[in-house]
């Protein structure tokens, strides 16, 4: 689908899972079918985590129905920066699971969280930032393994993420050397005040955005027009950083009614 132009770049507009993950996968494949876009962010996660028949199933659908797909890697029970080695490991391997399967349905991107902050911060100040950056050297040396676009996310307050202001990713590129695109969450971004603070310093390393609204307290995942977010503004900016990929919508709820609003509000720009 068609959104709109960026320097040259085209932006598309597609529909994150999240909106049905409350039934099994099978159950919300018509939903998906339905939801008003070709463009699917898979959530391997919860009642829609990967396994074989449902990657098998997936790529059938692909085929007949001209999908394509990016995924969401696991987000409920991962801390990358987890300070115990043997459940680092466990997280890690699972997220590396999740890679394999975004190989198999030749995904787009595949989204991951950084690590979060623990209570072992008070005795070792600093040792969650350098386990974080660790983890994501691996995961991305791996992703790259299997052709993989793997890219990080802005995390929401009030939550512990280490990486959720333009600050920490512009010091996690800055000591990381990596060169890894972000995933840029509008509503994350906004209850920071910092959505134009990313797009101004950071708008080169955006790959994919996340889209949903909020009024600017907690991560609501409203349709779009819902909450407090300028979006004329706000599209006017992504335009303007040229930035050309996915803008996936993440509401809960009204996704029809907020690609409508998104196509309606493009049209003024």
Known sequence: MRMLEGRGSEMRLAVSTLFCLHKPLEEALTDILLSGSRLV?????GLHALDRPRVERLLELRSSYGLEYSLHAPFSSMNIAAPD?????AMLRRLE???KWASALEAKALVFHPGAATAIEYFTPGIGWELNIGSVRRIIKFAEEYGVDAMIENCPEPYPFLMKSVESFSRFYRESGLDLKMVLDIAHAHLRGEIDGFLKELGDRVGHIHVSD???????HLEIGGGSIDWGRVLRAIRDAGFGGWIVIESFKGVGESIKRLGEICKGL
């Open 214 to 220: 909020n009024n600017g307290k907690m991560d609501e």
């Open 41 to 45: 962010e898979l959530t391997d996660d």
């Open 97 to 99: 699971a999740s890679i």
């Open 85 to 89: 080695e043997y459940l680092r490991e």
